[in-house]
């Protein structure tokens, strides 16, 4: 009552049964039986007692192995009660296209079907990863039993395991110094989103100028991409069509093609278009840093990626020595924050120079099913058994994002998340859980608050969610518009509008006087 008997040889099993006919007995499929040019069914089984009459009836070698299959024949010849299919044949219409009901009408009873053997030892990492959707279609279509080398994988996909998370990368998270101006300012940090993009084109100089007005804003965030002759621009994209009409990658142009054009002075945001004064040039990063190397801003700078398989590893190290003698040379170590969507750049700076801020960031695409969440960390020794252990997908960034796996990694210090997953994976625990699992209390930001792509409405009904982002301690709010997140949360009582210049009250003086 607690063994059954099976094997890839039908006559073993037969003998089995027949020497006790109390045994719960069954047989394998294998995929080579399915390939009739290369296995003679006939020869194998054409002369198993019970099965005479229908070997001579299906003279063809596959379709005679497809009818031991489908309809449960052999087991049928010595009573047994259960089949055991490499994974590779379920779901495979070259051996059938059955559902579990229609084999069972055919096998004129209960199915009960198996699958091995899966997360194979000798599988590379992304061999098993491959394996994911095969075994959600085993599962659909109703396997019932499933045979593994990783018992822990397995069970976690199938949400079993006794512990949520795996200890599979010890050690503690890094943390921000004490001699970083990050901690003289009062929490949550107001972060500028690509500058003062709402008043400014995103990313430019003079958005980010215009921050230095604003009593309320604690630092701002921008974007950084590598030129062909290794400068460093700020913006977001990696192709300038939508910014200047450009059909220009910036990763492949010098930085005279760049400084040529200028960003236009009509943006669209989902179906908002925001317009501004002037067309505005694509300023060189050093600029940023040069005008605020004396100001006591936090300054988040995302590394961009360019998205090609074939140039990751040279545009990592490329962008993170001119990204590193650039914080050097303005002496910026204390006042930047360094991430980027694609984390082996950010481990790759934090070798270069272990003393700079790193973090990481997580986004909505990533806890969506089917995204490829190990691909950025394959590359992460330290990272190779977490990879082994848990499926590929939404449940993997979980961990990272749960645990601060991804921090450990490179010794990462602060972690921003997307403000939509805020209520799904924070909200729902606390910075005591978090703390165990970082080694510390861990440092939380959220972006981006008051999107420029969102409607009024939209806006409206985030704003509880941004409330209790603060409440909760989140350190950081990265916004489209700072003005308004700093009136939410109490930091300034007037509206979001921006600050009268000098030159602005000088004009509005003199049309009055003119009217008058």
């Known amino acids: 009552h607690k063994t059954v008997v099976n094997s890839f040889d039908f006559w073993k099993v037969r003998a089995a049964k027949l020497s006790n006919p109390n045994l719960v007995v069954g047989n394998y499929f294998y995929p080579r039986q399915f390939d009739a040019a290369n296995y003679d ?85 992304e061999q098993m990863d491959r394996e994911e959707k095969i075994i959600d279609n085993m599962i ?51 972060i500028g989103h690509r500058g003062n993009p709402t008043a400014y084109q995103e990313n430019t100089y003079d958005g980010f100028a215009s921050l230095l007005d604003k009593k309320h804003v604690d630092g701002f965030e921008l974007d950084v991409y590598l030129t062909i002759d290794n400068k460093l621009v700020t913006i977001f994209d990696s192709n300038l069509q939508r910014l200047t009409g450009r059909n220009i990658n910036v990763y492949e142009a010098t930085y005279q093609q760049i400084a040529d054009l200028t960003i236009a002075n009509e943006i669209k945001y989902g179906n908002n278009v925001f317009k501004f004064s002037k067309r505005r040039p694509i300023p060189l990063l050093e600029d ?44 910026m170590e204390n006042k930047v924050l360094i991430f980027s ?61 749960m645990t601060g796996a ?43 608050i008051y999107r420029m792509a969102s409607t009024e409405d939209q806006l409206k009904a985030a704003e509880p969610i941004y409330k209790a982002m603060a409440e909760w301690g989140v350190q950081r709010l990265v916004a489209d518009d700072t003005d308004r997140i700093a009136k939410l949360i109490g930091r300034i009582t007037s509206g979001s509008k921006r600050p009268i210049s000098f030159v602005s009250l000088v004009f509005g003086l003199l049309l009055l006087f003119m009217a008058v």
């Open 406 to 448: 991804a921090l450990k990694s490179y010794r990462g210090a602060f972690t921003d998340i997307d403000d939509n997953l805020f209520p799904r994976f924070l909200q729902k625990t606390n910075l005591t859980t978090m703390a165990t699992r970082y080694g510390h209390t861990p440092s939380f930001g959220a972006g981006v």
């Open 41 to 125: 069914s006939h020869a194998v089984y054409g002369s198993f007692p019970g099965l005479e009459a229908c070997s001579a009836a299906i003279p063809d070698r596959l379709q005679f192995m497809q009818f031991l299959y489908q309809t449960g024949a052999v087991l049928k010849t010595y009573n047994g009660s259960f089949f055991t299919c490499n994974y590779l044949v379920y779901n495979n219409s070259h051996v059938s296209n059955l559902t579990k009901a229609e084999m069972s009408r055919q096998f004129g009873g209960q199915v009960s079907g198996g699958a091995y053997t899966l997360y194979r030892i000798a599988y590379t990492i």
């Open 288 to 331: 940023i840093y040069k005008l605020f190397q004396d100001k006591n801003y936090v300054i988040y700078t995302e590394i961009k990626s360019t998205q090609r398989s074939d140039l990751r590893v040279s545009y990592a190290n490329r962008v993170a020595k001119a990204l590193a003698d650039l914080i050097a040379k303005y002496n």
């Open 341 to 401: 969507f694609d984390t082996y750049n950010t481990m790759v700076i934090k070798r270069l120079n272990p003393n700079l801020l790193t973090g990481a960031f997580f986004f909505r695409g990533e806890f969506v099913p089917g995204f490829d969440s190990k691909k950025e960390y394959l590359k992460f020794s330290n990272l190779s058994k977490c990879l082994r252990v848990l499926p590929n997908g939404p449940k993997f960034t979980e961990f990272l994002l």
């Open 140 to 190: 659909k279509w109703g396997v019932d039993r499933l045979i593994t080398d990783n018992v822990g994988r397995l069970l976690r996909k199938l949400g079993r395991a006794r512990q949520e998370f795996p200890n599979c990368i010890p050690g503690k998270t890094g943390i921000i110094s004490s001699s970083h101006i990050y901690h003289t300012k009062k929490q949550p940090l107001i």
